[in-house]
């Protein structure tokens, strides 16, 4: 199963609410996973179960989506959410699981 | 609280056997529905899941590894393995471990281990 991101990149400001699109190539119902990325650290669970808040996570990063489109929100973009975002599927144990490209959101 | 930890050498040579261990403190690999794994990020790139092994000892690998990886637990040093044969310059990347929790994403992840081929 293929995870296509959208955008690769994200140029945005203190404050903005930006989204970040991932899509399926083959239906993994709900069985998605975001995690963030920050250079020379490992990934940070973020969102399962395409909209579930891991415990911990600000309330400013929801998720949502089913079957083959999903997507990942940032309410308000703080300092500290710059990083890379990544989704993963792992939708079944006949399959790999695996992950989008990355999109890198970066400051404005 | 979880934590795991990689070990193993930072420089493999081509054709060789690159060999990872994961420590686990603060739980057990035979906690009931945890999948312990391995996912591998290449310098610059995106990350690639290469495989789990669920708390019974079934394992789980992606097939784009042709065959090449084996993932087995030690329960009596609560650690878990990764040997990836015949290595090439395309082996070359940080490899994390992690837990995974069933109809969960992986945490918490390992700090992450640097290999060269």
């Known amino acids: 199963i293929e995870m296509t991101q959208s955008p690769s990149t994200l140029s945005a400001s203190v404050g903005d609410r930006v989204t970040i699109t991932c899509r399926a190539s083959?239906?993994?119902?709900?069985?998605l996973a975001w995690y963030q990325q920050k250079p020379g650290k490992a990934p940070k669970l973020l969102i399962y179960?395409?909209?579930i808040l891991q415990n911990g996570v600000p309330s400013r990063f929801s998720g949502s989506g089913s079957g083959t489109e999903f997507s990942l929100t940032i309410t308000s973009l703080q300092p500290d959410d710059f990083a890379t975002y990544y989704c993963?599927?792992?939708?079944?144990?006949?399959?790999?699981?695996?992950f989008g490209q990355g999109t890198k959101v970066e400051i404005k | 609280q979880l934590q795991l930890q990689e070990s193993g050498p930072g420089l493999v040579k081509p054709s060789e056997t690159l060999s990872l261990s994961c420590s686990v403190s603060g739980g057990s690999l035979r906690t009931n529905s945890h999948y312990w794994g391995w996912i591998r990020q290449p310098p610059g790139k995106g990350l690639e899941w290469i495989g789990s092994?669920?708390?019974?000892?079934?394992?789980y690998y992606n097939p784009s590894l042709k065959s090449r990886a084996t993932i087995s637990a030690d329960t009596s040093k609560n650690q878990f393995s990764l040997t990836l044969r015949s290595v090439t310059a395309a082996d070359t990347a940080v490899y994390y471990c992690a837990r995974r929790l069933v109809g969960r994403g992986f945490d918490p992840w390992g700090q992450g281990t640097l290999v060269s081929v």
């Open positions: 092994i669920y708390y019974s000892g079934t394992t």
């Open positions: 179960q395409a909209s």
């Open positions: 083959q239906n993994v119902k709900s069985w």
């Open positions: 993963h599927q792992h939708n079944s144990y006949s399959d790999p699981w695996t």
